[in-house]
């Protein structure tokens, strides 16, 4: 991964034009915009303050997870960190795992540790990624920085990475478009812990007005229909029409959804397609500024996490 060092060049090529009406918010360009960033204040914090370090834990074979995994553990390299991975066997008791994540809370060289989802059958999820030390949850999904966010304590708190790239993407689109996120009706289609609620309490702390709604949200197309802001993450494939969305608004679409593509490919094995939980096509031609699936949100993932783990390392040095 080749990081750019020209971090202002790079930003006036977030937003490009789509050929129709909507600006196109580009993901990877931004990641790499806050990959550089990242990189550079490492690198003058390696002499007085040390490496940040980056643990990341497998536990099982499942493919994604390991390309998931990989892609970190490069991106941990390529900014600078001291990355280690542990890859543990399916066969890994709940107890052993808690062991390691006790015996990385107390390593000094390690300010960042994540578990990868999912966890085999049989290993408390809630349990073990409860036991990670909160200055050391650089996922933000420890109860201790959900309470920070939620109380509107943003330098405290380490923010879940999906919505913490989501806010940066959206201020850039906003930016662009000369719209202003505070006093935006945001609606946010979704209410994971992961997600959802997190996104909702960063929109609030940029003092947008803010509506939850979710599958079961009554009458979901006139919801989504007033919104100057749309943030999808319910996890269907294409549930937010196009004819849904406000002229002008700025989409959001966290949703990643494989859905059955055209034809097959060499081995003969049925085509797939990603799709996020906005029907695109239909709405480029109303939206303002939308993320596309893949490529917006998608790389913004592992850049926050690369941000929050040198937040960290810098909280823990201070």
Not at 58 to 69: D, I, K
Not at 72 to 90: N, R
Not at 103 to 124: A, M, S, T, V, W
Not at 156 to 162: F, I, K, Q
């Amino acid at each position: 991964m080749a990081l750019a060092t020209d971090a202002a060049v790079l930003e006036t090529g977030i937003l490009r034009p789509s050929g129709d009406k909507a600006l196109l918010i580009d993901g990877k360009i931004a990641s790499e915009v806050v990959l550089a960033e990242v990189a550079a204040a490492t690198a003058a914090r390696v002499g007085k303050k040390g490496q940040p370090g980056l643990a990341v834990i497998l536990v099982g074979e499942n493919p994604a997870s390991q390309v998931y995994v990989r892609s970190k553990g490069k991106a941990a390299k390529t900014v600078g960190f001291h990355s280690v991975q542990y890859d543990l066997p399916e066969t890994t008791s709940e107890d052993e795992l808690l062991g390691l994540v006790d015996r990385l809370n107390g390593d000094p060289k390690i300010h960042g540790i994540l578990i990868q989802l999912p966890l085999p059958p049989g290993i408390n999820a809630t349990r073990v990624l409860e036991r990670v030390s909160p200055l050391k949850d650089v996922d933000g999904f420890h109860p201790f920085n959900a309470g920070l966010l939620s109380i509107g304590d943003l330098d405290r708190a380490l923010v879940p990475c999906t919505p913490a790239g989501s806010m940066v993407l959206l201020e850039k689109a906003a930016k662009a478009l000369g719209v202003s996120v505070a006093g935006a009706d945001a609606v946010v289609v979704g209410r994971s812990n992961i997600v959802g609620k997190p996104m909702a309490q960063l929109l609030l702390s940029q003092n947008a007005t803010v509506t939850i709604a979710h599958s079961r949200s009554r009458d979901l197309p006139a919801i989504v229909g007033r919104a100057d802001i749309v943030v999808a993450a319910v996890g269907r494939p294409e549930m937010v029409l196009g004819e849904w969305i406000k002229p002008g608004a700025i989409v959001i679409d966290v949703g990643i959804n494989r859905v059955p593509g055209e034809g097959v490919d060499a081995q003969g094995k049925p085509k797939s397609r990603l799709v996020g939980d906005v029907a695109f096509k239909s709405a480029l031609p109303r939206a303002g500024a939308i993320t596309p699936v893949p490529g917006g949100v998608g790389p913004m993932t592992i850049a926050m996490l690369m941000s929050n783990t040198l937040r960290a390392a810098n909280l823990a040095h201070d």
